[in-house]
């Protein structure tokens, strides 16, 4: 399975028959850091995942396993809605109040010299 | 199958009914020499992996659904066993 994003969705009136009723959604594909990676494509949808949300897919034959009996012709369906990731990463300091802080911090000491 | 890290979980509320009671893992490829090997996956958990570990990551339908006990469900990639020891030919890397 495959981390991606919605980005959009996809209409088809003339299709086939077994894809009467389906959603089509276009995906970006994710890396776990939400950065983009490789190229976007339609998946089908049995999670009923929205504009903007990260899901993930399937890839291959079982694509079509969620949609039995019926044997929709598709490679490719989000089979489920992230609702967050824990990454192993080292704690990071945040950025903004760290620059904030250093700068008082050493006007103060200045003054005191004064 | 491809050897894996174990780097991070995930957590997901509405997903195919056949995911549910396993873990989401996410798993990052790795080369011989360690390095990474594209992006990280998502795979079910078969044999209770956590954070850090180093695994065997199953990559085709059929396996990863066997490893999880799940037949015909949507699910193509499975982490199926922890990896102790790795021996290579000198001059294989």
Known sequence: MFLGRVVGCVWATVKHAALEGQRMLVIQPVTPELRNTGKRLICLDCTGAGAGEIIYWVRGREASLPFAPSEPPIDTTVVGIVDSIHLKTEPKVPAAPAAARTPTHRKGKRNGNR | ?93
């Open chain 2, 1 to 93: 199958m491809l050897i894996a890290r174990v780097v991070g979980e995930l957590v997901a509320t509405q997903k195919h009914a056949s995911h549910e009671g396993r873990k989401l893992l996410l798993v990052q490829p790795l080369n011989l020499d360690g390095s990474n090997r594209g992006d990280a996956v998502v795979a079910l958990d078969a044999v209770d992996a956590g954070v850090g570990d180093r695994v065997l990551l199953a990559t085709e339908g059929f396996s990863a659904m066997t490893a999880v006990g799940r037949p015909n469900s949507p699910i193509d990639m499975a982490v199926i066993g922890f990896i102790d020891h790795i021996d290579l030919m000198p001059g294989v890397s």
